[in-house]
C-alpha cells in the first residue's frame, strides 16, 4: 500500500483546512488508518484513526469535537476535516495504515510523506 497525503496549507486560526490521504492497491479497504503529527521539535503524534470499514473512530482530546476523519473505500480515500484550528495544530500531518486502529505508530505499517499545515495567529 503506497500512500499520499495532499491538502495542507496556511490557514488563519479558526479556519477550516481538509486534507486528504490517497492509497495506491485494491486491499486499501481492508486496513485502519491513522493521521499523527509532527510539530517542530516535538515528537510525532496521534490525532485521529478510522477502521477499516469506516464504522469505529478515535480522536486525540486534543482534537476531539473539531477535527472529523471519514474515509470513501471505493476512492481509495481518507480525509480528515479540521474545524476551529489553532496555531498549535501546526504540524507536518502523515497518513498511516495498518491491520488495526491504534494510537500508537508502531502499530501501523504504511506510511504517507506527511503534508505541512501552519495554522497562522
Known amino acids: 500500500v503506497q500512500l499520499q497525503a495532499s491538502g495542507g496549507g496556511l490557514v488563519q486560526a479558526g479556519g477550516s483546512l481538509r486534507i486528504s490521504c490517497t492509497a495506491s492497491?485494491?486491499?486499501?479497504?481492508?486496513?485502519?488508518v491513522g493521521w499523527f503529527r509532527q510539530a517542530p521539535g516535538k515528537e510525532r503524534e496521534f490525532v485521529a484513526g478510522?477502521?477499516?470499514?469506516?464504522?469505529?473512530?478515535h480522536y486525540a482530546d486534543s482534537v476531539k469535537g473539531r477535527f472529523t476523519i471519514s474515509r470513501d473505500n471505493a476512492e481509495n480515500t481518507v480525509h480528515l476535516q479540521m474545524n476551529s484550528l489553532k496555531p498549535e495544530d501546526t504540524a507536518v500531518y502523515y497518513c498511516a495504515a495498518g491491520l488495526s486502529m491504534s494510537d500508537y505508530a508502531a502499530t501501523y505499517a504504511y506510511w504517507g510523506q506527511g503534508t505541512l499545515v501552519t495554522v497562522s495567529s
Open positions: 478510522i477502521s477499516w470499514g469506516g464504522g469505529s473512530v
Open positions: 492497491g485494491r486491499t486499501f479497504r481492508r486496513y485502519a
